[in-house]
Structure formats: C-alpha cells, structure tokens
C-alpha cells in the first residue's frame, strides 16, 4: 500500500512497509496521547469554567439581620 502511494514498483516488500510504518507513527503516538488529554483536560475546565459563572453571577440575597 506505501509503496502504491509513493508509486514505487510492485513487490514483496511488506516487511519494508511495515517497518517504515512503524517509523513514522511511532513518533507521533505521544503528541496524539497529550493531545487527546489536552482536549478532556479543556473540556473538564469549560465545564468548571462554566459553573462558576453561573456562581459568580448568582444574584447575591439580601442580609435578613
């Protein structure tokens, strides 16, 4: 299939493709990884983000003494 896309001639030449897949999706395992957590780490802080406005911006009752 690389070799397809590269438009390289056909042959048996898998253990090539795989280990030049392995090459090039290794490296980026960790930055999808931080990226994943990055993405519910927003998430989680839009939902105290969020929760907090709507305290902040409660009416505030008036003292009863």
């Known amino acids: 299939m690389l070799s397809e896309l590269l438009g390289e001639k056909q ?4 253990d090539d493709e795989a280990a030049a897949g392995a090459r090039v999706t290794a490296p980026w395992q960790p930055v999808l990884e931080q990226t994943r957590a990055l993405y519910r780490l927003g998430a989680q802080l839009g939902v105290v983000g969020e929760q907090r406005r709507q305290v902040l ?5 008036e003292p009863t003494w």
């Open 11 to 14: 042959g048996d030449n898998s």
């Open 57 to 61: 911006s409660a009416p505030v009752p």
